[in-house]
């Protein structure tokens, strides 16, 4: 897989933006023969020396069909979190 990816990271806010586009043959990986696109903003949070937390959110499209929610849909946003312990 080859993916156009661009990726900034300053250490002192801790904030993270990704971009990547996946450059698969048509359907070989997902199925459905179509131009994906997913973008990421997350960032992480130290609660303490030892504990952060590191929230995200996700949108992911599909460019020539519907490809997400069992083919009802062309895009999706997800948001998740992490909690990291150092020890």
């Not at 971009?19 to 070989?28: E, I, Q, R």
């Not at 996700?58 to 150092?86: E, V, W």
Request: some cysteine; aromatic content about 10%.
């Amino acid at each position: 897989m080859i993916a156009v990816c661009g990726r900034i990271t300053p250490a002192a806010l801790g904030e993270d933006v990704a971009n990547a586009s996946p450059d698969v043959l048509p359907g070989k990986r997902t199925g459905f023969a179509t131009w994906y696109s997913e973008n990421t903003l997350g960032w992480v949070h130290w609660l303490s020396r030892s504990i952060a937390i590191r929230p995200e959110i996700r949108f992911d499209h599909s460019y020539a069909m519907p490809t997400y929610n069992h083919g009802m849909a062309n895009s999706q946003l997800t948001a998740a979190a992490d909690i990291l312990m150092k020890f």
